[in-house]
């Protein structure tokens, strides 16, 4: 008897691990499969994504108005020159809504100061529940620039939502510390917009802006990062925008943009509440909740991707920095799949519900757990003499193997469209993070998103939503260069 339960869990451990093997081998296939959605869509926008035919788009009339939502609490040193270099962006548009979170170290009186800031009276129409706004100031300087003023109470959620009130624009853009967008960078993420009206919200690449050179808050000369961990994000980052939210443009859309540089229309941001103050992730969960009301609705339902480089940001550097960002991310994103979770597998929502939410729980909620499990099937199995090394060598080069073709196609993708790093010396660096990004990283990577889950299960209370989150880069507008 003993015997025989023995050989039937060989059998059963057998059968898990080719049952993982299968799992990672049908990810990366999908994820192939979008690869080559997005080459095709990367194809379409390259005659948009140079010359004049760009720059025609925002000059149309039909153009939409787009409102930058700014939030600020304390920034003194930063504040003019991250507001002056948001009125240079090359958009005619283009509104720049600043509200001051409760500054206490002269962050509004340096504002005014520099840009000739006036009150008035503070007369809108308060259509999202925010706490009441203390004073509102517009410049004499730039017509385009208000300056709003509220107590710190509710977060960023609640100042958002403040800025959504006062802000004209069609379209809104929340933008975070530490992001610094092209100087046509709106021209660019504002297309999808253009093309179709069923869009209601688009995103665009952001980058890691690690030791590239910066004047007047633009990014003259990017970098690839000598930091390890830094460039190791570069390839996450290239990856996750060009191969995978690209390609979902093909199949019905996004369900996660960067919530550091997204638009949306602003009605349908109030319509449905404005952003969520009980949610660590408002960027995340407001893109859901758009989406479901758009099915429930018949309204617009489309989130669009844009490969376009629209900004870039400074990346952690340490594991401390990185592992407390990746676990907040995977948490975040838990805890917004289950406020959803009625969209799973629901006809109504179409391929929203079908076949893009199903595939963000299966193949990157739940992948660290199936990585994990497949880990330690893979040593057991080992330690009782069921697999031999050859089998063991086997899974790991298939998951490598796998894994660098994306990688590489993505490379070169990113290399023969945009050729962002000019000197050879980068381009070599950048082979040789992504050679080495599988190994270590990776698996460093699961285990930070298996403690965000972990985190999710335990319902740990959030951290304050009115302060960034732990490894969160500061603002990098002034310096001359993004040293890691």
Known sequence: ???????????????????????????????????????????????????HARARLPRSPLAPSISLLVPLRDAVGTAVDRVAALLALHYPGLEVVVIDDGSTDGTVEALREHFNLVPVHPVYRRTLSSTPVSALYRSAFYPNLT???????????????????????????????????????????????????EVLAAGGTIRVGNEATVRGGRVVEPRIPRNPLAGFQVIESLRSFLSGRLGWNRVGGNLVLAGTLSLFRRRSVIEVGGYASDSDGEDVELVLRLRRRGYETGGPRRVAFVPDPVGWTVAP???????????????????????????????????????????????????????????????????????????????????????????VFTLVMDEMCFERYARLSDRLRLVWWALLEPIGYRQLSTFWRLQGLEKFLRGRPRPSPASPPPGSPEDAITGVRLTA
Do not use: Q
């Open 147 to 197: 300056v709003v003023e509220k107590p710190h109470i509710g977060g960023r959620a609640d100042a958002l939502n403040a800025g959504l009130d006062v802000a004209n624009g069609e379209l809104v853009c929340a933008l975070r510390n530490g992001m610094l967008i092209e100087a046509d960078g709106l021209r660019r993420i504002v297309r999808p917009f253009l093309e179709n009206d």
């Open 317 to 407: 550097t340490t594991t401390t920095e990185v592992g407390r960002a990746r676990e907040r991310d995977h948490r975040i994103l838990a805890a917004a799949l289950w406020r959803h979770r009625a969209v799973f597998l629901n006809r109504r929502y179409g391929v929203l519900g079908l076949v893009i939410f199903p595939h963000v729980v299966i193949m990157e909620l739940l992948a660290p757990v199936v990585e994990l499990l497949g880990v330690l099937g893979l040593a057991l199995g080992m330690a009782l003499g069921v697999f031999d090394a050859a089998f063991a060598v086997l899974f790991l080069l298939f998951a490598y193997g796998l894994g660098a073709v994306l990688t």
């Open 1 to 51: 008897m003993t015997a025989l339960a023995g050989w039937l869990g060989d059998i059963a451990l057998v059968r898990f691990e080719w049952a993982v093997l299968a799992y990672f081998a049908l990810a990366n296939i999908w994820y192939l499969i979008l690869l080559a959605g997005a080459t095709k869509e990367m194809r379409n926008l390259a005659g948009l994504s140079i010359g």
